[in-house]
């Protein structure tokens, strides 16, 4: 085959690598030409630009932030905007071309798309972080439209800065473009049931799994890995339905109480606690890696990327993984997890929750009406549900483990888009 070459990586089991080796795999099974294979490989746009920042202290920082639209053959670029000292360029293209895949396995109208600051939001003040998202939103100006590229919140990010980006975009056209975000403060258009549409999604996607495993929710127990947006909705909504948590971590460090940990405690107390689950005392604390290979049914990582390496993989002993964050597991830790037995609902399905609500949040923009939460719930459930379904499918079909299934499904549905559209240039 006559591939193009991917970018050079450094790290062996970067994100960039994971998302090419699984996406090869599945280009394989559909019997995908070199034409296609490269026209769906590389981004659409990759934008790179400096934000010089004033500091609290008077003095000016230059920080460096990116934009990358990997396809808009399905509809405009969508994908959050993550501040984090470990953003990279190759981050951002593999959390974009994931964006492409998750809004076609959900059957969301959307492209795929991810923007990032290297930055450390924890050492930033408010002021900063304010003066920086209005920077980049300034120099992508050319690139945010509701119907080019409409960002939203990811790690780092929420309603809050969602409202400066709506706030920079909407002066500089000269009128109110709520739809140009989602992930907005509900006074400025947000949706119902978006802050804990993506932790919704997980738990849909963590029942669906455990139905196949026979596993009962009220005798199963989890570990959840990541305390913020995601992680900790999705360890309250598993509760609700019964799942015992006996395992949450955020930055530092890991909580273990093998009666249960009492979740909206937790949150509470994390809440008044700067955020920070730091002298949490519903547990003991244990050693952070040591989350993933607790004894429990199911494990959530809804931290970061390439937690699950080839490394760790052998100690895990749940039976069913959901991913929460995007890019947990590194490729080279699938071929373990899938020896194992262990059943994972990978992220580009199970973390869609949260763009299928962004999906009806910009809708209801756009129609200038608000929807229920009821009736948010109830249609995103069924869209999670539906994704399951489907991919369940295919994995049976092909006889491929869940992942491989859902990158079958959505690239398979881009590149059939891409053909009926034509126009190779
Ligand atoms: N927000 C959304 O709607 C969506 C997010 N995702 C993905 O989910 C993941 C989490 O995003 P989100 O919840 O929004 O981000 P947040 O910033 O809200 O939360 C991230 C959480 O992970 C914790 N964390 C960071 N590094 C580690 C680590 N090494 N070990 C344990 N915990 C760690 C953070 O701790 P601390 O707070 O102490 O820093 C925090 O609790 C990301 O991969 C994101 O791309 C996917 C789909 C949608
Ligand atoms: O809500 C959105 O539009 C995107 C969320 C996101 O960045 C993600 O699913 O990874």
């Known amino acids: 085959m006559t591939y193009l070459e991917p970018a050079p990586i450094k790290d062996k089991e970067n994100p960039l690598e994971s998302m090419m080796s699984r996406f090869d795999a599945a280009v394989?099974?559909?019997?995908?030409?070199?034409?296609?294979?490269?026209?769906?490989?590389?981004?659409?746009?990759q934008v790179i630009v400096g934000l010089p920042v004033t500091m609290d202290n008077g003095k000016i920082e230059v920080f460096e932030g990116y934009r990358v639209i990997h396809s808009t053959i399905l509809g405009p670029g969508k994908g959050g905007i993550r501040l984090d000292p470990d953003v990279t360029l190759d981050e951002v293209r593999a959390l974009a071309a994931w964006m492409t895949w998750k809004c076609a396995v959900v059957d969301i109208p959307?492209?795929?798309?991810?923007?990032?600051?290297?930055?450390?939001?924890?050492?930033?003040?408010?002021?900063?972080?304010?003066?920086?998202?209005?920077?980049?939103?300034?120099?992508?100006?050319?690139?945010?439209?509701?119907?080019?590229?409409?960002?939203?919140?990811?790690?780092?990010?929420?309603?809050?800065?969602?409202?400066?980006?709506?706030?920079?975009?909407?002066?500089?056209?000269?009128?109110?473009?709520?739809?140009?975000?989602?992930?907005?403060?509900?006074?400025?258009?947000?949706?119902?049931?978006?802050?804990?549409?993506?932790?919704?999604?997980?738990?849909?996607?963590?029942?669906?799994?455990?139905?196949?495993?026979?596993?009962?929710?009220?005798?199963?127990?989890?570990?959840?890995?990541?305390?913020g947006n995601v992680g900790s909705h999705a360890a309250a909504l598993l509760h609700e339905k019964g799942v015992s948590i006996t395992g949450i971590s955020d930055i530092s460090g890991a909580y273990f109480n093998d009666k249960g940990i009492d979740i909206d405690k937790a949150m509470a107390y994390r809440n008044a606690n700067n955020g920070t689950l730091e002298g949490f005392g519903g547990a003991e604390k244990i050693d952070a890696e040591e989350l993933l290979f607790l004894p429990v049914d199911l494990l959530v990582p809804a931290a970061k990327e390439d937690v699950i390496t080839k490394n760790n993989a052998g100690k895990i002993q749940a039976k069913l993984i959901v991913e929460g964050a995007n890019g947990p597991t590194s490729a080279k830790a699938d071929d373990i997890i899938n020896e194992k037995g262990i059943m994972v609902v990978p992220d580009i399905l199970a973390n869609a929750g949260g763009v299928t609500v962004s999906y009806f949040e910009w809708v209801q923009n756009r129609i200038g009406y608000k929807w229920t939460l009821d009736r948010i719930n109830r249609r995103s459930d069924r869209a999670m549900k539906d994704a399951f379904n489907n991919v369940f499918d295919i994995s049976q079909k092909h006889k491929v483990p869940m992942r491989l299934a859902a990158y079958i499904l959505a690239i398979d549905k881009v590149s059939s888009s891409y053909k009926f559209r034509g126009g190779y240039g």
């Open 28 to 45: 394989k099974i559909l019997g995908i030409s070199d034409e296609m294979y490269n026209i769906l490989k590389v981004p659409a746009r």
């Open 110 to 227: 959307y492209g795929g798309a991810k923007g990032g600051i290297a930055c450390n939001p924890r050492n930033m003040s408010a002021g900063e972080i304010e003066r920086l998202m209005r920077a980049y939103t300034l120099s992508m100006l050319d690139i945010f439209g509701p119907d080019k590229d409409i960002p939203a919140p990811d790690m780092g990010t929420g309603p809050r800065e969602m409202a400066w980006l709506m706030d920079e975009y909407s002066k500089a056209k000269g009128m109110t473009v709520q739809a140009v975000v989602t992930g907005k403060p509900l006074v400025l258009g947000g949706s119902l049931g978006r802050t804990e549409a993506t932790g919704r999604g997980v738990m849909v996607s963590a029942l669906s799994g455990m139905e196949k495993l026979k596993l009962n929710p009220y005798r199963a127990t989890a570990a959840v890995q990541g305390f």
